[in-house]
């Protein structure tokens, strides 16, 4: 059964500093897919990550993916306030009987203050 | 405008009451997808269609029922059996191998 981990489930981060938010997984699969929610919102896709290696960069965010370590990686670059949300990460379960069937981590909550 | 909707918003109902939550896509996606979010959680899958007349059972399907009778449309019944059915619901759609993308949400609250 596939698991997805991410860690930490909280994060307070001041404006300007760098972090990472982790997503490991427990069997194999080569899709994961970033999502953020805002409060009361819906999910917003922010990366798609297909291969081992890939990395994807949108404004102050990148994502990685280490298919063979099991490990995504979300860095956030000199947080503003805006990035406060809520980030999932979401796993392929390519041997569930289907695809596209995602499991989801269950979110790290993002809080940057001025 | 292509996209995912969800209706209604908010809804509210009385304990031992089935409802209908609808959701409706204009992306030509073949799969659709519904899932629960409680407070604090990650989203957990209910049921699953990869094609029209035919889903599958999600991870918490119990006290849920779903039809795919057109390949825009996947209500999704929240039954008298689920025993904590307040939450907020999503319906997401998705080419096959694409990523999905998910509609509004509809939160319901059963008093």
């Known amino acids: 059964e596939l698991k997805v981990e991410q860690n930490p489930l909280f994060l307070s981060m001041q404006e300007g500093k760098n972090y990472t938010i982790y997503c490991n997984y427990s069997t194999t699969s080569d899709r994961l897919y970033w999502y953020r929610q805002d409060p009361g919102k819906s999910l917003e896709s922010l990366f798609v990550?297909?291969?081992?290696?890939a990395v994807k960069q949108e404004g102050r965010l990148m994502a990685s993916l280490d298919t063979k370590a099991r490990l995504s990686t979300l860095h956030i670059t000199a947080a503003v306030h805006d990035l406060s949300a809520t980030y999932f990460c979401a796993v392929d379960d390519l041997y569930g009987g289907a695809t596209n069937k995602l499991i989801f981590g269950t979110g790290t909550l993002l809080a940057v203050q001025p | 405008d292509g996209g995912i909707t969800q209706s209604p918003k908010y809804l509210f109902r009385k304990e031992g009451q089935n409802v209908t939550l609808s959701c409706e896509q204009n992306?030509?996606?073949?799969?659709m997808y519904w899932y629960r979010q409680d407070p604090g959680q990650g989203l957990r899958l209910i049921y699953y269609?990869?094609?029209?007349?035919?889903?599958q059972k999600g991870d918490i399907a119990e006290g849920y029922s779903v039809s795919r009778e057109k390949k825009e449309s996947f209500p999704l019944t929240v039954t008298s059996a689920q025993k904590n059915p307040t939450a907020f619901y999503l319906c997401?759609?998705?080419?096959?191998?694409?990523?999905?993308?998910f509609g509004p949400g509809t939160r319901l609250t059963v008093t």
């Open positions: 269609s990869q094609i029209v007349n035919d889903f």
């Open positions: 997401a759609s998705s080419a096959t191998g694409y990523e999905q993308y």
């Open positions: 992306l030509n996606h073949d799969a």
């Open positions: 990550l297909l291969s081992n290696g």
